[in-house]
């Protein structure tokens, strides 16, 4: 009789574990898919896009599923914040303000900021951007750029990045700030011969990060350890190259 409870507990145990192994713990990932080469939705409704790669990759890494949910690119911290979301992964810079509401990943990738301007602009140098109309994505880096280049009046936030090249192309800005890959995209998808990169105006280097929230430490671990694998293995660098990050789609 021992021996049948025995075997049943052995067995009950069995099962907890195989119970334990087939649960798959999803992530629920907040992005704003607008900002090729990093995110975006292509026609099936899937995000695509080298930070779509990298949570594929970290998701194997970490065993755990990482599933996107599409939302404006100004409301994912607080929603990470809220637990509305379990991640943001959004083409995310890791900046001392965003750190105090939310945590970030240790940085998978850098670059800096670029100002798309007219061919013919008088924007020559950042001292030239004073008093100019400067857009920007909302709730981004590239609006806090504006603001320390210009005057609070004149820095102009839209809902996409793309938005305001093309209202630069129409002559209602003077200037659109966002990521230099994503600058780069966007005039390779524009091909309009009148809009540039302005060389000399140059912003600070920034750094990429998961937004995660805080308190979740374990979960940072496990994201950290995988980023680090995957910088190391060389998955990173496959993807910079993949997506054109830094940039054989050179527009100038
Ligand atoms: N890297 C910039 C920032 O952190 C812009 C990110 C915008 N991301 C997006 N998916 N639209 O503010």
């Known amino acids: 009789m021992k021996k049948i409870i025995a075997l049943i507990i052995a067995l009950m145990l ?34 695509i896009g080298f930070d779509a790669d990298l949570a594929a990759a970290i998701a194997e890494l970490i065993g755990m599923e990482i599933v996107f ?14 637990g509305l979301y379990d991640i943001g992964i959004s083409g995310f810079y890791i900046t001392e303000e965003r750190l105090a509401n939310v945590d970030f990943s240790v940085p998978y990738l850098q670059d800096s900021q670029s100002c798309i301007v007219k061919v013919d602009s008088d924007i020559t ?3 030239s951007l004073a008093g100019k109309k400067i857009g920007s994505q909302s709730g981004t880096i590239g609006i806090e750029a504006a ?18 090249v093309l209202d630069l192309a129409g002559n209602k ?7 230099t ?3 780069k995209a966007i005039l390779a998808e524009l091909n309009d011969a009148s809009l540039t990169v302005a060389p000399a105006v140059s912003f600070g280097v920034e750094y990429y990060g998961i937004a995660i929230p805080k308190g979740q430490d374990e979960l940072k671990a496990k994201i950290n350890a995988a980023i680090e694998t995957l910088i190391a293995d060389g998955t990173i660098d496959e993807l910079v190259a993949k997506w054109d990050i830094y ?5 100038e």
């Open 14 to 47: 069995a099962l907890v574990n195989v119970a334990a192994l087939a649960e798959t713990t999803t992530l629920k990932a907040g992005t704003s898919p607008d900002f090729p080469p990093f995110e975006s939705m292509d026609d099936a409704g899937n995000v």
């Open 69 to 82: 949910e599409a939302t404006s690119f100004d409301s994912i911290v607080i929603g990470v914040q809220t």
């Open 125 to 127: 140098d950042n001292a």
């Open 147 to 164: 603001e320390a280049s210009t005057d609070a009046d004149k820095v102009y936030p839209y809902t996409k990045a793309l938005d305001a």
């Open 173 to 179: 800005l003077d200037a659109v700030i966002t990521d």
């Open 181 to 183: 890959p994503v600058a």
């Open 247 to 251: 940039g054989a789609a050179d527009v």
